[in-house]
């Protein structure tokens, strides 16, 4: 289940110094995404998989001064049992508060891991407007019953929007308000360009174009915090 590990990370965990797990394998295929090695089968089967025991070592070693752990991908959801046989093993054996990021389509998976609390924190992404979710190679229906587990859960959440030119501009975030109300934190990241599923080269939004889209949400979403990451 896990190909990756960085130790000591101060931007994954909102608020925490955490270390950061990566799982390989998904279901999305996002022109944006970076992390080729975790997505495609070619590569992620030339990459060594990390025992949960190494893991759960190196997480009592940084005792102390690690306040939490990130499990992200891929796609963790993905990994069903095994996900919360980690899961119970981090908690049981450490005791860190942990988090998870998901792209949202596997409700069944994500109530689970609510209601067994084995997750203090969600970050979930919103790639674009329902009509467009199939140029990510997902179903946006099951993305929205996902929205609505997690508006319904006291665990804390935030939805990720990656400016990414040919799935977000103004008229699609307009389209994406309504399944935006109800939370609490939306973060807007800035593509950045490099080596992408997409070979294609994609210039990004300017600054000028990123604070426009924060004025935006927060025009039109007077009770959720806008996080600008860029």
Request: negative net charge.
């Amino acid at each position: 289940m896990i190909k990756g590990f960085i130790g000591t990370s101060l931007v994954d965990f909102p608020g925490r110094i955490a270390s950061v797990v990566f799982v390989y394998r998904c279901n999305f295929r996002c022109p944006y995404c970076y992390n080729l090695d975790l997505v495609l089968p070619e590569r992620y089967e030339t990459l060594e998989t990390i025992s949960g025991d190494w893991i759960i070592n190196e997480l009592k070693r940084r005792e102390g001064f690690i306040k939490g752990l990130v499990i992200t991908g891929g796609e963790p959801t993905l990994w069903g049992d095994e996900l919360f046989s980690f899961l119970d093993r981090v908690k049981c054996e450490t005791g860190l508060p942990t988090k998870i990021d998901t792209n949202g389509s596997l409700p069944e998976v994500l109530k689970r891991l609510l209601e067994s609390r084995l997750v203090d924190f969600v970050a979930i992404d919103f790639k674009t407007s329902p009509e467009k979710y199939a140029l990510v190679g997902g179903s946006f229906k099951q993305v929205e019953k996902s929205f609505s587990i997690l508006k319904e859960s006291s665990i804390e959440s935030e939805v990720r929007i990656t400016c990414y030119p040919p799935l977000i501009d103004k008229e699609t975030l307009n389209e994406m308000l309504p399944y935006l109300k109800g939370f609490k934190t939306i973060a807007l990241q800035k593509f950045v360009p490099g080596k992408t599923l997409n070979p294609e080269p994609v210039s990004p939004y300017s600054e000028e174009d990123l604070k426009s889209f924060a004025k935006f949400l927060k025009e039109n979403l007077p009770d959720a915090q806008i996080v600008e990451r860029f």
